[in-house]
């Protein structure tokens, strides 16, 4: 069953601190996604990366890095947390450079204090 | 760029009813059109997609959706609702190639008894 990871479910940071969000594929996809998830606003794309050390903007790129060292790998990190960074962040993962299915993980849920 | 609407925040429907689920998008070619479900505290998963070919696709767990070029709409549909299917619904369309897949806002659906 191909599976994406994403390590923490739930997150509660202070603002300022420094945060990593984890995700893992295990479908050998070359492409893999952050999103983040607001009512009202939907899924909107923060980076994705098309190749290990390869990433590219989304639509929301301020505010957060992300990092692939390895091709099953792709992390987000926010620098320095701000409240209005608490939402729902999916990890998603693709075959190949056509557009087709995205393979989505559960999702963290990160509350900024 | 590519845009999704889907007008509806909420529907509920009685068990049994059937459903439609509206999805106008914008976008100057073909487009590469997705229906995915998120059942609460989950990813998303693909219901169906419609790439080319016959507009009327059909997906999992008994749903199908109509690709109307003339309406820019691709509507999600059911014929019976179970109470399993409260979910929210999100459409999507892709431009093809590395082009970004744009998400639409979602529908959450409430099942009745």
């Known amino acids: 069953d191909v599976k994406v990871t994403q390590s923490s479910r739930y997150l509660v940071k202070r603002t300022g601190e420094k945060v990593f969000l984890e995700c893992v594929q295990d479908m050998d996809h070359e492409n893999m996604f952050w999103y983040r998830q607001d009512p009202g606003l939907g899924l909107r794309l923060i980076y994705f990366s098309y190749d290990v050390k390869m990433k590219e903007k989304g639509d929301i790129p301020e505010g957060y890095s992300v990092s692939r060292e390895k091709k099953e790998r792709f992390s987000l990190i926010l620098e320095s947390a701000s409240t209005n960074q608490t939402s729902m962040y999916l990890c998603a993962s693709k075959q190949g450079r056509q557009t087709g299915e995205l393979f989505f993980g559960e999702g963290s849920r990160l509350t900024v204090l | 760029a590519q845009s999704v609407t889907q007008p509806d925040i909420h529907i509920t429907v009685s068990e049994g009813a059937s459903l439609e689920l509206r999805c106008n998008y914008s976008?100057?070619?073909?487009?590469?059109l997705f229906w995915y479900v998120q059942s609460p505290g989950q990813g998303l998963q693909l219901l169906l997609k419609?790439?080319?070919?016959?507009?009327l696709v059909q997906g999992i767990k008994g749903f199908e959706a109509e690709f109307k070029r003339s309406q820019s709409s691709f509507n999600l549909r059911k014929p019976s609702v179970h109470w399993s299917d409260a979910a929210e619904y999100f459409c999507?369309?892709?431009?093809?190639?590395?082009?970004?897949?744009?998400f639409g806002t979602g529908t959450k659906l409430q099942v009745i008894p």
């Open positions: 999507a369309v892709g431009a093809g190639g590395y082009q970004k897949v744009t």
């Open positions: 976008y100057g070619a073909t487009p590469y």
């Open positions: 419609y790439f080319s070919g016959d507009t």
